[in-house]
T-cell receptor, first 113, second 116 residues
């Protein structure tokens, strides 16, 4: 069965520092991978997605993610975090055979000034 | 007007009450979804509607009853809920069903439900 693991429940960084949020997936075929962000009191918003091709994908708000098939990972990165990036981040994998989007449990990002 | 609007944003109800959550999408999408978001758990897909027909029902208890009168509106009727049903209920839409795994979901801000 498909699954997504986000090992870090909570991450704290200083404003201006770099960020990497981890995501590991389990899926037999080539996955479709997504990162969503949920700001406090808001719904989820798509940050970026990977379907095929270049393994480094760029998203909105200065985020990028890299697909590494050998490590079954799709980590999210940002070179310099802003206070407004404080939110919860969800990794998801699209399972084409079942047409389902499987979400991880999320990583809460806290940003200190 | 935001893409997906949910009302009410907050709801407190007793176990014997009947209430409804409403979702409206202004994106011209054909598929709409209800998700349940509980703390420390992955998002749980509850129901999917495509062109007003229910295409997915993920073993959700019958105390949750969805309704989709047209492609822009989705309701979740609630009755005799349990305290463990307290959660954030998110509505989402996508251009079409059959592309959930490949397409983008647009979420509303959610309805925070507390069952006493």
């Amino acid at each position: 069965a498909q699954s997504v693991t986000q090992p870090d429940i909570h991450i704290t960084v200083s404003e201006g520092a770099s960020l990497e949020l981890r995501c590991n997936y389990s899926y037999g075929a080539t996955p479709y991978l997504f990162w969503y962000v949920q700001s406090p009191g808001q719904g989820l918003q798509l940050l970026l997605k990977y379907f095929s091709g270049d393994t480094l994908v760029q998203g909105i708000k200065g985020f990028e993610a890299e697909f590494k098939r050998s490590q079954s990972s799709f980590n999210l990165r940002k070179p310099s975090v802003h206070w407004s990036d404080a939110a919860e981040y969800f990794c998801a994998v699209g399972a084409i055979d079942t047409d389902k989007l499987i979400f991880g449990t999320g990583t809460r990002l806290q940003v200190f000034p | 007007e935001t893409g997906v609007t949910q009302t009410p944003r907050h709801l407190v109800m007793g176990m014997t009450n009947k209430k409804s959550l409403k979702c409206e999408q202004h994106l011209g999408h054909n598929a709409m979804y209800w998700y349940k978001q509980s703390a420390k758990k992955p998002l749980e897909l509850m129901f999917v509607y495509s062109l007003e027909e229910r295409v997915e029902n993920n073993s959700v208890p019958s105390r949750f009853s969805p309704e989709c009168p047209n492609s822009s509106h989705l309701f979740l009727h609630l009755h005799t809920l349990q305290p463990e049903d307290s959660a954030l209920y998110l509505c989402a839409s996508s251009q079409d069903f059959g592309r959930v795994a490949t397409g983008e979901l647009f979420f509303g801000e959610g309805s925070r439900l507390t069952v006493l």
